[in-house]
């Protein structure tokens, strides 16, 4: 699932999954991380491409798409951060940055595209192929529905602890 949209709504999902699962809501700094480590590895790799048109620079982004540099750059943005939280925001971007290499694992790549998981030790590409990535496209209005359903949902419950509290 290739673009940020979908990776956000997915983010999104997966951090109403982790506090219906702990009984609250995360702190804000931790769920604002959460969704900054959803989008990490697209924000390392693809937004400086928007500048680069050279064309050796589509092989230099591609691997900093990767696991490992992408984890450097977590422990880089966990550094600015107050040093008494450091750990747990280092913590919600790796959380949020694997969800989203976990949605992209399912998609399918042509050639040298796909997810390098042990770069820069192996050049190894393993996905399931499940879908094309310009296919995430039809996956926006059922994410959509989905959000919509669990907002609902959470919505009610709070009323009614309220009404009852």
């Known amino acids: 699932m290739p673009d940020l949209f979908t990776h956000l709504c997915a ?3 997966a951090r109403r999954g982790i506090e219906a699962r702990r009984g609250r809501d995360l702190p804000e700094a ?13 924000f390392v790799s693809r937004a400086p ?10 092989h230099v982004l591609l691997a900093l798409h990767q696991p490992v540099p992408v984890l450097l750059v977590a422990y880089f943005l966990a550094m600015l951060l107050p040093e008494a939280r450091r750990r747990g925001y ?13 949605l992209d694992f399912l998609q399918r790549d042509l050639g040298d595209a796909g997810e ?6 192996s050049w190894k590409t393993l996905q399931l192929g499940l879908f094309w990535p310009d296919q995430a496209v ?5 994410l959509l529905a989905c959000i ?3 907002e609902w949902r959470r919505r009610a419950r709070q009323s009614h602890r309220l009404r009852y509290w």
């Open 90 to 102: 280092f913590a919600w971007l790796v959380a949020g940055a694997a969800l989203h290499y976990a």
């Open 30 to 42: 931790d769920a604002a991380l959460f969704y900054l480590g959803g989008c990490l590895p697209d």
């Open 11 to 13: 983010t999104h999902l």
């Open 116 to 121: 390098f998981w042990l770069f820069p030790f």
């Open 148 to 150: 919509a359903l669990v």
């Open 49 to 58: 491409g928007v500048l680069a048109s050279s064309p050796w620079a589509h």
């Open 138 to 142: 039809v996956a926006i209005a059922p």
